[in-house]
């Protein structure tokens, strides 16, 4: 038995050790997603700066009105950066893109209805 666990550790260290010695011959084959390593700004001149602004949703008023905030939600922003860069659309598509998912996600229709059929509504 412990032939065995002295031959897997031993071979595991090697394997480890010629993975990291070849790195560079197959590091470029691993997907690893860009926009896992950029910065989130945290206030919203920043939030403007990276292009999270635009005509229908301007923060330049927040900006102007001296507000202290952080600025906008941090995984909201990570979702929609992500959705911009992956299928390469402006910031205005990328939220409402972002806003139908998380409807969907909580049964809600893409006209802001629940879909629950139990809903009653007086309209």
Not at 5 to 15: N, P
Not at 112 to 117: E, I
Request: glycine share 6%; hydrophobic share 35%; net charge positive.
């Amino acid at each position: 038995m412990g032939y065995i666990l002295y031959s897997l550790t031993l071979s595991s260290l090697i394997l480890a050790t010629a993975l990291y010695l070849t790195r560079n011959r197959w590091n470029h084959l691993v997907p690893i997603p860009n926009y896992i390593y950029t910065r989130l700004p945290s206030s919203f001149a920043n939030d403007i700066e990276s292009g999270f602004t635009s005509t229908d949703f301007d923060l330049s008023t927040n900006v102007a009105a001296g507000d202290s905030r952080a600025g906008l939600d941090q995984q909201a922003k990570q979702e929609v950066q992500k959705i911009m860069k992956s299928r390469r659309v402006g910031f205005d598509e990328a939220r409402r893109i972002y806003t139908e998912a998380r409807f969907a996600r909580n049964n809600i229709g893409p006209d802001g209805l629940p879909r629950d059929p139990k809903f009653v509504s007086f309209s």
